[in-house]
């Protein structure tokens, strides 16, 4: 059965592939490689066994999409990625952001109506719940307005996605991420930040590579134990798997509802200092860091209720902080050694 993959070169779309293709799924990559690399095919491979389909173009362009839906007219089901996620650089170029978030999703949506594919999964994040004022969040927690254009996209792209069900042949499970580290046991997969990292992970791997001088926590005068921002770290690799239990899903019919909404996290929140802590304990490495402003835009502390996912998708994630810090630096390690 085959599987399109929009945004499968990237960092949590490689993971996915990698599983999809265990559990013997045919994969078709769509990517414009904006933000990957051709050689993430060949890793793949190597991890797999098995290359997947690829075609290069760029999912905003709708005639190019089309194109590709007629010429591929076995896909049973996608999911969606190919995505721009930088917070900073959406603020700085919102229009850049709605563009390409939106106008891919619309032309990917058009392309299921019009060549009759039925099922998507969709990444959307916890950032449509802001600083929920009930913790855990739930699927139910209120959306707030988000904190950036990036934000936004997601927001949008869930309402844009359950609006066109209503009146379409088309059905979806949105799966709202908390916050995806690690990376491959194999460390030939991973994620490739560009330029300096905005994300904590990637910044403390770095640092301890002696890329960057040292961490910055941005604040430690939060409303928490140990006063730094908390969040629900979650390894890559359950989080891909999460991807294939919802194709599953979907194929099988178990749907219940035409658009279902699952948090992805551990349910359990950790703080900047713990996450330092875990890596220093993980890796044997000493951090340097300082404490500095709060960053704006950040929420103070936030984790998923996972009950829904744990019950109804029958998914649990199972690896620990300590095996996701271990991860991320056994691939800072394998990038070092590439270069
Ligand atoms: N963080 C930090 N220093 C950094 C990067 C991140 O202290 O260099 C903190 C950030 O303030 C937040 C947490 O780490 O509390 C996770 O940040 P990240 O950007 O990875 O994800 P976010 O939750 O903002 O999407």
């Known amino acids: 059965m085959k599987i399109l993959v929009t945004g499968g070169t990237g960092y949590i779309g490689s993971h996915t592939v990698v599983e999809l293709q265990a559990k013997g799924f045919e994969v078709i990559i769509v990517d414009n490689l904006s933000n990957s690399s051709i050689e993430v095919l060949d890793n793949i491979a190597k991890i797999s066994g098995k290359k997947p389909l690829f075609e290069k173009f760029d999912l905003t362009d709708p005639e190019k999409t089309e194109t590709f839906f007629r010429l591929h007219n076995d896909i049973r089901a996608i999911i969606h990625f190919a995505a721009f996620k930088a917070v900073g650089e959406s603020v700085q170029y919102p229009l850049m952001y709605y563009r390409n978030n939106l106008v891919s999703l619309i032309n990917t949506l058009q392309g299921m109506i019009n060549n009759g594919i039925r099922d998507i999964v969709f990444s959307s994040s916890c950032t449509v719940y802001g600083q929920p004022e009930k913790l ?154 300082k404490i500095m402003d709060r960053r704006p835009g950040d929420v103070e502390q936030v984790w998923a209720d996972t009950g829904f996912a744990n019950t109804e998708l029958g998914w649990k994630a199972e690896k620990s902080l300590d095996e996701m810090t271990a991860s991320a630096w056994k691939w800072e390690k394998a990038l070092a050694a590439r270069r």
């Open 136 to 289: 855990p969040a739930r699927e139910d927690t209120p959306i707030q307005k988000a904190n950036s254009p990036y934000g936004n996209t997601k927001r949008i792209s869930e309402e844009i996605i359950t609006e066109t069900s209503e009146n379409e042949a088309i059905r979806a499970i949105l799966l709202r991420y908390f916050n995806p580290i690690g990376a491959h046991e194999t460390a030939i997969i991973g994620e490739f930040p560009q330029g300096i990292p905005n994300n904590l992970m990637p910044y403390i791997t770095q640092t301890a590579i002696g890329k960057r001088d040292f961490l910055r926590i941005w604040g430690n005068d939060y409303d928490t134990p140990d006063g730094t921002a908390i969040r629900d770290y979650i390894h890559v690799v359950d989080l891909a798997k999460a991807h294939v239990i919802a194709v599953e899903r979907m194929i099988a019919d178990k749907s219940k509802e035409k658009v279902e909404i699952f948090n992805l996290g551990t349910g359990k929140g950790f703080s900047v200092m713990e996450v330092i802590k875990s890596f220093e304990r993980s890796t044997g490495i000493h951090l340097n860091y």
